[in-house]
């Protein structure tokens, strides 16, 4: 028997003026897991911060694992105002694939997580887990940039949803 599509594209937004924030709101309860997918354009030691349903709060943690074919290093955040997107970019004027995948969102009884990966221009992958300790279904993403020189224009966003095979 064949399978069915499992990723369905809820939305999409493409920078048109750079933008401290990239938002999604009134994210259907109808998918089991969703999927993040972003095309950063960024500049040299840019990064963000993925927040849920507009929460500023200390209410995220996360663990971050880097590394470049020569050295590695991590980095653990407790007590943070959003689980940390890494660099975006090390060379200004690059593209950078940004992936995360958030399971079980519409869950309202157990915290939310997310999985990322992301590969820079200088070949830095990273990989990270974070936390956000609220069982609020998830309906609201907001991809905060915070090195203030915002999402450049051309960056892509696409939030897709994931059903349950």
């Known amino acids: 028997m064949a399978a069915g599509i499992t990723y369905t594209p809820i939305t999409s937004t493409t920078v048109a003026s750079n933008t401290l924030s990239i938002t999604f709101t009134s994210i259907s309860q109808s ?24 929460d500023t709060g200390t209410n995220y943690s996360d663990t971050v694992v880097r590394g470049n074919g020569t050295a590695a290093s991590s980095v653990r955040d407790s007590n943070a105002p959003g689980i940390d997107v890494g660099v975006i970019s090390t060379t200004s004027g690059v593209f950078t694939p940004i992936i995360f995948n958030i399971q079980n969102y519409s869950n309202s009884t157990t915290y939310k997580t997310a999985i990322g990966r992301i590969s820079n221009a200088n070949s830095m992958v990273t990989a990270l887990v ?19 020189s915002g999402w450049q224009v051309g960056t892509i966003a696409t939030l897709y949803g994931i059903t349950a095979a």
Do not use: H, K, M, P
């Open 31 to 54: 998918y089991t897991d969703l999927v993040l997918v972003l095309s950063a354009y960024g500049q040299t030691g840019q990064d963000g911060y993925l927040r849920f349903n507009g």
């Open 130 to 148: 974070g936390l956000w300790r609220n069982t609020a279904a998830i309906t609201q993403i907001d991809l905060v940039e915070r090195t203030n």
